[in-house]
C-alpha cells in the first residue's frame, strides 16, 4: 500500500493483491488496473505485468508455470486462470451511525446487553426514516460519537425488555435465547414498523460469522451473541466486518482474516474488534434484523 501511494499519489480504490512467489507480491487497483512497484528479492511487479520476467516455479510443478506464462503472456490479473498464483484480497465495510446507547439500572439490576444492542439497532435505523425511538431524534442518536443514555433510550430498551421477559441474574438482565426475537414488537407495536427477525443459533463460528457478514453487506446491522477470554458472554451490535479472501487457483478458496466490528452498549469502550480464532473467542448467536416503515 506504501508503494502504491508513494506512486499514484492515492490508495487503491478496488486493491488487489498479488503472490508471485514466497517472497515477491504485488498490488494493483482492480478497477482501473493501476498498478504499483513493488521490488522485493529482485522480483519487479511492472516486469512480470509486462511479461518480461517468468514466475518462479513451484515445488512439484516443474517447468509448468513458466511455460503456462510464455505460452498465454498472460498480466498478473488474469494469470490466476492458468493455475500460475495465489490471489488475495481485502473485504471490508463499517456501516456509519450506530449510536453509543449503554445499560442503565432497571428493577433492579442493569437492563442488559440484549435489550441495549436492540436499542442500537433501532437508533441505527432512527438515522435513516424510521420512527423508531421516542421522543426526537436529535436527541437520541450521536454523530460525534458520545455516549447517549436519555430518558427516551432508557424507556425504549426497557419497553423492549418486557417484551422480551427479561430478568435479573444478580445485577445483571438476562434473555432466553428463543425470547430475543420478540424485541421486534417494540417495533411493531409501539412504533409501528415492519421489522424482521432472522436468528441462527446453531453452527459453527464461521457459520455464525457468515451469517453475520451477509446482514451487514445488504446494510443491515446484526446482533451477535459471543463469549470470549475478556470479555465472558455478551450481546452487542455489529456494524461491521473486515475479510481477507485466499483463492488459490489450482486449489479452489477459503477465508483469512475474518473479524467483526461492534458496539458493546458500555461508556467506555464503545467499539470492540471481535476476530475468529483470537482470545477464545466463541460465537453463539447472530440474528439479523431489517427495519422498514409500513
Known sequence: FENFQSEHKRAPKNPAIYRFSSFSWGIEDADDGTHS??????????????????????????????RSW???????????????????????????????YRQHTYNGCAVGCVGTAWGQ?????????????????STNTSSTGAVVNNANTRAMTEGIN??????????????????????????????????????????SDKAMYRHTRRGLRDNRP????????????????????????????????????????VKTNWSSPTDLTLTLGDNGLNL???????????
Not at 478458496?253 to 475474518?258: A, F, I, P, V
Not at 453463539?284 to 409500513?294: A, E, G, K, W
Open 70 to 100: 510464455e505460452f498465454y503472456g498472460k498480466p498478473a490479473s488474469d494469470a490466476k486462470k492458468f493455475n500460475l498464483f495465489w490471489h488475495t484480497y481485502l473485504e471490508t465495510k463499517n456501516l456509519t451511525g450506530m449510536p453509543n
Open 162 to 203: 418486557e417484551y422480551m421477559d427479561t430478568f435479573c441474574r444478580g445485577s445483571e438482565g438476562a434473555t432466553d435465547w428463543s425470547k430475543i426475537p420478540l424485541g421486534r414488537n417494540w417495533g411493531r407495536t409501539d412504533r409501528r414498523l415492519r421489522v424482521e427477525t432472522n436468528q441462527k443459533l446453531d453452527g
Open 284 to 294: 453463539n448467536m447472530s440474528m439479523r434484523i431489517s427495519v422498514n416503515n409500513r
Open 121 to 137: 439497532i433501532y437508533g441505527y435505523w432512527e438515522q435513516r426514516g424510521r420512527d423508531a425511538v421516542a421522543g426526537a431524534p
Open 37 to 66: 512497484t513493488l521490488s522485493v528479492g529482485g522480483y519487479d511487479f511492472k516486469a512480470f505485468r509486462a511479461g518480461e520476467r517468468f514466475l518462479m516455479e513451484r515445488p512439484g510443478q516443474g517447468d509448468f508455470i513458466k
Open 222 to 261: 446484526t446482533m451477535i451473541a459471543f463469549v470470549d477470554n475478556d470479555t465472558g458472554s455478551h450481546a452487542v451490535a455489529a456494524y461491521g466486518f473486515t475479510q481477507m479472501h485466499d483463492i488459490w487457483s489450482w486449489l479452489g478458496s477459503d477465508d483469512g482474516y475474518e473479524s467483526l466490528r
